[in-house]
């Protein structure tokens, strides 16, 4: 299966289409007897991307126009400012107040147009709907997807069909809701695949060394196997409970109690495992607002208010205060700051979401955010890519260059995220790489992708706090990004516009290439205009090109591999993209120093052949 060499451009962005479900509206209709809503001339702006109508023109018409009345009463509820300067602005499709003077803006409500057109439009669509947050509406999104979405179909998963995890935890064991037991499948029939959900979620910043009475090791697993209560456990791990018992499955996993923890345990193992975990489960419950496993869900019971009206086009929108947030509640919570959790969520087919305001459902049809509104995205968009239910299988419709773009923003993403032990820094997405080097048909060496060997060979780290070289027990070369913490970019780089160096070549942990030195012994460093890069300077005083150090320690810098040329010199005169090395102190070969450019004077000659370790 290779790749599109002719991909069309993929946007890197999080753009979300927002729109309702026009069925639901339908059957609606069924029960309703209310007049069709339309927006009156003074309204009616709004609607338009970039509309914007002064609050105060809407006062005299709340009694004749509906949608006035609610847009007045919607901002009623959030502010208290009825100044002739307070304007309601229409950004994308989310309705926000503006005050003259005052910083910043709020959010009231949202538009989502229908979906369905010609025929299938509503005709008189309700004056007003209550949504309430509760796990039924995610169960029936669920049955929904099963019956008619292909994330969970036989040729999506036959892959995985076959995999059940070690232990799993049984929630419907005995008659008793207080009663759960640990059930171990290693030496199960050919027939017995039990259907299971997971749990992504924040241990917190507990101390790793102090004990936590609710955690599965060697001395209580018997006792486990046998049976153990529910109140044993933190409230997370409760509220996960009761979900998965609401969703009407047997099996929950958990990563502190289906794993054996200590030092005697099988976490080594089953670490390695966690690829097939998640993408083996029926779906994932993703813990996202709580901070640790003690928090629980915390879920308020908001009455989202929403009224369906109708252009003068003859299309309808549903109006709701349900914004979706989803890039706030989700993409930028706490739990999707955590390594582990890139690999849990990518993985997932789908994933339920417990928000602080807000559940949602994830699938790769899109995103459920309630009571039949729901938020799409554009094919060939980051976005697309992260929603694959058999990730990262959409890549191989995208194209060369889009492909890499969307793996490098994936890399840059992943070392921003934070991690508890920094030597699982390789192991939290090896599940994750392990697929894409099997969809791509490609070896991945210590994070560094064969077919773009050259461009993920060419990172330097982010701005901020200097990388640390992390401490693992085995080998990690020094020219893999896992080798240190801290996060990484790498060179921005409009595919087609580098000739890559063909003499480079990789074999797992050994880069191969020319050796280069500066003539000019004498060059010197002096520091740039931000805490990452510094100027190279020769004997003359004429800068010559920029380095990226690795590390804090500043090194002199003699010797380098030529990575890719610029096919065209740019405003910054640089031309060569290059790793800087040093000769290591006790076996043949050099290790790396960092990342730069170099101008075409910069004045190289070839030393050797060598291997960077």
Request: a neutral charge; proline letters at 4%; hydrophobic letters at 35%.
């Amino acid at each position: 299966m290779a790749l599109n060499q002719v991909g069309g451009y993929m946007e890197v962005d999080n753009l979300w289409v927002y729109y309702f479900d026009d069925k639901f509206c339908r059957r609606s209709l069924e029960q309703s007897h209310s007049p069709t809503i339309r927006p009156c001339g003074d309204c009616s702006p709004i609607l338009i991307s970039s509309g914007l109508v002064k609050l105060s023109n809407l006062g005299d018409n709340t009694y004749a126009c509906p949608f006035c009345a609610f847009i007045l009463e919607q901002v009623r509820n959030i502010s208290e400012s009825h100044a002739s300067d307070t304007f309601v602005k229409n950004t994308d499709s989310l309705i926000e107040l503006h005050i003259t003077g005052a910083s910043g803006t709020i959010p009231v409500f949202r538009l989502y147009p229908g979906s369905a057109s010609g025929s299938e439009r509503p005709r008189t669509p309700p004056t007003r709907i209550l949504n309430t947050s509760s796990v039924q509406p995610l169960h029936n999104w669920l049955v929904q997807c099963d019956q008619n979405h292909q994330c969970r179909k036989p040729e999506i998963m036959n892959q995985h069909a076959e995999y059940v995890p070690t232990r799993l935890l049984n929630v419907t064991a005995y008659s008793n809701p207080d009663d759960l037991r640990l059930d171990n499948f290693t030496a199960r029939s050919a027939n017995e695949i039990p259907q299971y959900v997971a749990l992504s979620h924040c241990w917190g910043q507990s101390n790793p060394n102090l004990h936590l009475p609710y955690l599965t090791k060697k001395d209580n697993l018997e006792t486990r196997q046998k049976g153990f209560k529910l109140s044993e456990l933190p409230k997370t791990f409760q509220d996960a409970i009761t979900v998965t018992r609401q969703l009407g499955v047997r099996y929950l996993w958990i990563d502190s109690l289906c794993i054996i923890q200590g030092p005697d345990g099988d976490w080594t193992e089953q670490s390695q495992l966690m690829e097939k975990v998640f993408a083996s489960a029926y779906c994932t419950i993703a813990a996202t607002s709580a901070k640790n496993s003690d928090a629980g869900f915390s879920i308020k019971s908001v009455d989202n208010q929403s009224i369906f009206i109708q252009q003068g086009s003859g299309q309808h929108i549903c109006v709701s205060t349900n914004i979706a947030d989803f890039e706030t509640e989700v993409n930028k919570a706490n739990l999707n700051k955590r390594a582990w959790v890139m690999q849990e969520r990518l993985l997932s087919s789908r994933t339920i979401h417990f928000c602080e305001n807000q559940v949602y459902g994830e699938c790769g049809e899109g995103i459920y955010a309630g009571h039949n509104l729901f938020l799409k995205c554009d094919r060939f968009t980051t976005n697309y890519y992260r929603l694959d239910p058999k990730f990262p299988d959409r890549l191989n419709s995208s194209g060369f260059a889009d492909t890499l773009r969307f793996l490098q923003s994936l890399l840059e993403d992943y070392t921003q995220r934070g991690i508890s032990k920094p030597t699982d820094r390789a192991i939290a997405i090896s599940g994750l790489l392990n697929r894409i080097g099997r969809a791509l048909r490609c070896s991945i060496h210590y994070g560094i992708i064969e077919w773009y060997l050259h461009r993920t060979l060419l990172w330097k780290r982010s701005s901020g706090p200097k990388t640390t070289r992390i401490g693992y027990k085995a080998f990690m070369p020094s020219w893999s990004w896992m080798a240190y913490e801290g996060a990484i970019e790498f060179v921005p780089d409009k595919f087609g516009g580098l000739d890559l160096d063909p003499d480079l070549t990789l074999n797992e942990g050994d880069v191969t290439a020319t050796i280069w030195e500066f003539t000019d012994n004498g060059m010197k460093i002096e520091k740039d205009r931000d805490d990452v890069r510094y100027q190279l300077v020769d004997l003359q005083g004429m800068k010559k090109g920029w380095i990226s150090f690795d590390e804090t320690d500043l090194p002199k810098v003699q010797y380098m591999v030529v990575v890719a040329k610029r096919r065209w010199v740019q405003m910054d005169n640089c031309l060569y993209f290059v790793l800087f090395v040093r000769p290591l102190e006790n076996q043949d070969g050099y290790e790396r120093l960092g990342m730069g450019m170099l101008q075409k004077d910069c004045g190289l000659r070839m030393k050797a052949k060598g291997r960077v370790l």
